[in-house]
């Protein structure tokens, strides 16, 4: 009976290192973005961010006209975030995934009632 307890307290205690192996690292989001929107190549602006603390950051968006914008941030888990950029004339609330340390992609609204897609890459 001994060894069907430790046996399974081992698989348990592997099932869970495995588990935490896994677990996404937090990303520092401090840098120079560029945010492509809705796919588009030539549709894209830059954005500096500067990571405040482990949950949220802010920021820089260079809008068409060459102005800046303030940005603020929330680190929602590991793998999400939600952006909002606030420019004078507009403001946009973005949903993301963050897929890696150089690569987040997701959702908008800006306008109130205009959507799309984005996304957001380092060098």
């Not at 996404?24 to 588009?40: A, K």
């Not at 946009?92 to 109130?112: E, F, M, P």
């Given at each position: 009976m001994k060894?069907v307890?430790?046996s399974?307290a ?10 935490l192996?896994?677990s ?5 989001f401090?840098?120079?973005w560029?945010i492509s ?5 030539t ?5 500096k961010?500067?990571?405040?603390g482990a949950?949220?950051?802010?920021g ?6 060459r102005q ?5 941030g ?9 952006l909002?950029i606030a ?5 946009s609330?973005?949903?993301?995934s963050v897929k ?6 997701g959702?908008?609204?800006?306008y ?6 984005f996304?957001?890459?380092r060098k």
């Amino acid at each position: 009976m001994k060894s069907v307890l430790v046996s399974a307290a081992l698989c348990m205690s592997l099932a869970a290192s495995v588990g935490l192996a896994k677990s996404p690292q937090q990303v520092n989001f401090t840098g120079v973005w560029t945010i492509s929107w809705n796919h588009s190549a030539t549709n894209t602006n830059i954005v500096k961010l500067t990571h405040r603390g482990a949950a949220s950051f802010t920021g820089t968006y260079i809008d068409d006209d060459r102005q800046a914008c303030p940005v603020t941030g929330k680190v929602i888990s590991p793998t999400t975030i939600t952006l909002t950029i606030a420019c004078i004339a507009w403001e946009s609330k973005i949903d993301g995934s963050v897929k890696n340390s150089k690569l987040i992609s997701g959702s908008y609204k800006a306008y109130k009632t205009s959507t799309g897609t984005f996304t957001m890459s380092r060098k």
